[in-house]
């Protein structure tokens, strides 16, 4: 596993923007425009998001935000693991971290929206291992073959 250092970020730095504009371009190439629910970058700068990024050696390993939805319920946001980094456990530690962030907040239940198609699936795989379900649309989701909704309740 790839030893990272995980910072609250304020999403200007060159390399967190040019993972971000890439993550939104693989989504747009998975998914329906209307059905990418992705944060462009100066939503992730907005008061109610907070975005962290990881670090490795001087490096962008990865990265993902929480947005609060309530005071008990948060959601997850552009989890994001840089190419290099791919499968050396970087989207287990940035998830990991988000809900240990959630619990100290007092959120009692996170959720995410994820894509329902191949793509996707080692997302939906990570989630899964972690405890989140398959849910009802929540926020101001509707329902989307291209969507899949999880939730976790935190204890």
């Known amino acids: 596993m790839t030893q990272l250092e995980i910072r609250r970020d304020d999403v200007t730095g060159a390399e967190v923007v040019a993972l971000l504009e890439q993550?939104?371009?693989?989504?747009?190439?998975h998914t329906p425009a209307e059905s990418v629910h992705a944060l462009?970058?100066?939503?992730?700068?907005?008061?109610?998001?907070?975005?962290?990024?990881?670090?490795?050696?001087?490096r962008l390993a990865g990265c993902g935000a929480l947005k609060d939805l309530s005071p008990v319920h948060a959601?997850?946001?552009?989890?994001?693991?840089?190419?290099?980094?791919?499968?050396?456990?970087?989207?287990?530690?940035v998830l990991l971290h988000l809900l240990d962030e959630a619990r100290r907040r007092g959120a009692t239940r996170v959720s995410l929206e994820t894509g329902s198609n191949p793509?996707?699936?080692?997302?939906?795989?990570?989630?899964?291992?972690?405890?989140?379900?398959?849910?009802e649309p929540f926020a101001d989701y509707v329902?989307?073959?291209w969507s899949m909704f999880m939730t976790l309740r935190l204890p």
Do not use: N
């Not at 993550?23 to 190439?29: G, I, K």
């Not at 970058?41 to 001087?58: C, E, I, K, N």
């Not at 959601?75 to 530690?93: H, L, N, T, W």
């Not at 989630?127 to 989140?132: D, I």
């Open 119 to 135: 793509p996707f699936e080692a997302a939906r795989r990570l989630y899964a291992r972690h405890g989140f379900v398959e849910c």
């Open 75 to 93: 959601e997850i946001k552009s989890m994001r693991v840089a190419d290099d980094f791919r499968r050396q456990g970087v989207g287990e530690v």
């Open 143 to 145: 329902l989307d073959p």
């Open 40 to 58: 462009p970058v100066d939503r992730l700068a907005g008061p109610d998001v907070t975005f962290w990024s990881a670090w490795s050696g001087g």
């Open 23 to 29: 993550h939104l371009a693989e989504m747009a190439s």
